[in-house]
């Protein structure tokens, strides 16, 4: 089974940007599609953006589309979110986990996630 480490959050204000990292134990994990989710306090955790597993394929949330950029490196089992022009309203725990791209959800494992804090 997979293990995810998601790292890279922090503080930020308004309009800067952050990378995300999620690195993946595990020989399978180049044959998983990945996504990237956030879940806010008191809200649902929502899906980000989706990879496949070759690469090739990348899926956003309306919410981010334009400013973010997911990608992967196959090699280095890792998972990355750039995520640009951040606004108050990204703020949340961001998770990575392998996901279904057609339905843009994830039935786990998670990991511990990373917060990302965004001020006005």
């Known amino acids: 089974q997979v293990q995810l480490v998601e790292s890279g959050g922090g503080l930020v204000q308004a309009g800067d940007s952050l990378r995300l990292s999620c690195a993946a134990s595990?020989?399978?994990?180049?044959?998983?599609?990945m996504g990237w989710f956030r879940q806010a306090p008191g809200k649902e955790r929502e899906f980000v953006a989706g990879?496949?597993?070759?690469?090739?394929?990348?899926y956003y949330g309306d919410s981010v589309k334009g400013r973010f950029t997911i990608s992967r490196d196959n090699a280095k089992n890792t998972v990355y979110l750039q995520m640009n022009s951040l606004r108050p309203e990204d703020t949340a725990l961001y998770y990575c986990?392998?996901?279904?791209?057609?339905?843009?959800?994830?039935?786990?494992?998670w990991g511990q996630g990373t917060q990302v804090t965004v001020s006005s």
């Open positions: 986990a392998a996901s279904d791209l057609l339905s843009r959800t994830s039935s786990g494992p």
């Open positions: 595990g020989r399978t994990f180049r044959s998983y599609d």
């Open positions: 990879i496949s597993w070759t690469g090739t394929s990348t």
